[in-house]
């Protein structure tokens, strides 16, 4: 049996740390936000409550095994950096692993997308870091939740104010990123980000990153050099030298462990590697390219292109596949959404997504879901289930025994099959004699379209929407129809108002 990935990886050569060991403390992808150039994929789930993912000593053990071995073979680690599949301080843990790890006498650090910093259990934690590297992609609502989609339980008010609080008190290096992405009319941001940067005490580096690497959504690429160097300018204006461009090559080495295709899984679950890298660790652990190509075989590794170079990652990453994808509900008022004016020389970019873009975000399980349900305990009579039906206009109903488990679901087609095709007396007949058993359900957080072929695939007319194993709502043919309806007037209209064609 192959082993499973480590939780520490590499190191990876880092463009601002030198030779860093990569932790992976979160499992794949637990995240606040579902940044749209996230070079991990979309977001499974959003979520803001901090919690224990793995033992701290599973995650002390896993680096200091890596760190001995790097250190027997005499290579170089400057930082063992936490840089999950995730947001990493969502791990409750985190404070303590910091501390264990910097016991070994080595620098920690940590990048962080600064979501939770209002938290001060979140503060403390990073204040045992060397190095904190935090984001701050935008200080405008309109951007931020555009670009990053956070989750709805933060809000950016509280998230800034962290990010200063954080700053009185920490006493390591502090720098702060922020991604640009095309298709985003920034308008003033560049001034704004920069005055907010300039109240964060003892920032030494504000770096203006570009994502270089395949992203969450296909059709957040770099925006044009003249945004760039728009952003660097202003920030220089405001924060001097400190303003830095984050484009410089990585320097140094990838890590190997002699088994090129544990050394490749780790580094490629977090971190999307070149063709050059792999070629590298290949070398590295003197394994030949059938190793590459038995992982691709298998379904270990995938080859995504991006900017006319390959990468590969170290599984099927979400939103990553090449169809066209549709506008998702949430995001709507932000497509086409105007922001102040910018400077004469970005004009043309007016709008916050070109029309053309309409038809690249997706509907999911939670956009369309009908939440009302109607739920019946498997021991109740026919009669009762029936007038329960008929009084709240619903063709359908989940059992749910007492243990609150649901056990099955009962529609008009098995009263009409199983209870009158059968002349059975409603009154004396329960529930569970009639109801199908077991229950079809999909997660809140899938794709319109994945519900639909799975719908298709079982011959069903409705499947349930779960959160948490708890069930949050139902989909049925009509909520698909319906939805596919609003979407395509709401397309039109767009369309019209950009004065293009709809087909
Ligand atoms: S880029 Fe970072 S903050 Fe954004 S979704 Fe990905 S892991 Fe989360």
């Known amino acids: 049996m192959s082993a499973a990935p480590e939780i520490a990886f590499g190191p990876i050569p880092s463009r601002r740390l030198g030779a860093s060991l990569g932790v992976n403390n979160i499992p794949p ?127 950016l008010q509280r998230v800034l104010s962290g990010i200063v609080e954080f700053s009185e008190g920490f006493r390591g290096h502090l720098a702060s990123e922020t991604m640009l992405v095309s298709g985003v009319d920034y308008g003033d941001e560049a001034d704004r980000i920069a005055a907010f940067l300039s109240g964060v005490r003892g920032l030494r580096q504000a770096y203006v990153a570009l994502p270089t690497r395949p992203p969450a959504e296909p059709w957040a690429g770099p925006p044009d050099r003249g945004v760039v160097i728009y952003f660097l300018t202003k920030f220089r204006e405001v924060l001097g030298d400190r303003a830095l461009p984050l484009d410089f090559p990585e320097r140094g080495s990838f890590g190997h462990t002699g088994d090129a295709r544990l050394d490749i899984l780790s580094a490629a679950r977090v971190h999307p590697l070149g063709e050059g890298a792999v070629a590298q660790i290949l070398r590295d652990d003197g394994a030949g390219y059938e190793v590459l190509r038995g992982m691709q075989e298998s379904g270990e590794l995938s080859v995504v292109e991006y900017g006319g170079t390959k990468f590969y990652v170290s599984r099927p990453r979400r939103g990553s596949r090449t169809r066209a994808r549709r506008p998702r509900l949430r995001d709507r008022w932000a497509l086409g959404g105007r922001g102040p004016r910018r400077p004469a020389e970005h004009a043309r970019e007016i709008i916050i997504c070109k029309p053309w873009q309409l038809a690249c975000v997706t509907l999911y399980a939670r956009d369309v879901m009908e939440r009302r349900i109607l739920f019946i305990e498997p021991g109740a009579s026919c009669e009762e289930l029936v007038d329960l039906m008929a009084r709240n206009g619903r063709g359908f109903a989940v059992v749910r025994n007492a243990a609150g488990e649901n056990v099955g679901i009962v529609t008009e087609w098995d009263i009409v099959s199983r209870l009158l095709a059968k002349k059975l007396d409603p009154a004396r007949t329960k529930v569970e004699e009639i109801m199908t058993r077991g229950i079809v359900s999909i997660d809140a957080g899938e794709e319109l379209s994945d519900v639909a072929e799975l719908m298709s695939k079982k011959g069903i007319r409705r499947v349930l929407v779960t959160d948490k194993g708890s069930v949050v709502g139902v989909i049925t043919c009509h909520t698909i129809l319906a939805s596919l309806k609003s979407y395509v007037d709401s397309i039109s209209k767009d369309l019209a108002k950009y004065g293009l064609l709809p087909f």
Not at 30 to 57: A, M
Not at 128 to 134: I, K, M
């Open 29 to 155: 992808k637990h995240c606040t936000y579902n940044c749209i150039y996230c070079q991990v994929g979309r977001s499974s789930r959003l979520d803001i409550t901090r919690r224990k993912f793995y033992e701290p000593e599973a995650v002390y053990e896993s680096v200091r095994r890596r760190l001995e071995l790097l250190s027997s073979r005499g290579e170089r680690v400057d930082y063992v950096t936490f840089v999950p599949d995730g947001e990493p301080t969502l791990d409750a843990s985190l404070g303590r692993e910091i501390d264990m790890i910097k016991s070994l006498g080595v620098r920690v650090a940590v990048i962080t997308n600064s979501s939770l910093m209002w938290d001060e259990s979140v503060r403390s934690d990073l204040s045992g870091a060397d190095y904190v590297s935090f984001k701050v992609d935008a200080v405008s609502e309109r951007i931020w939740r555009f670009v990053d989609r956070p989750s709805h339980a933060l809000s």
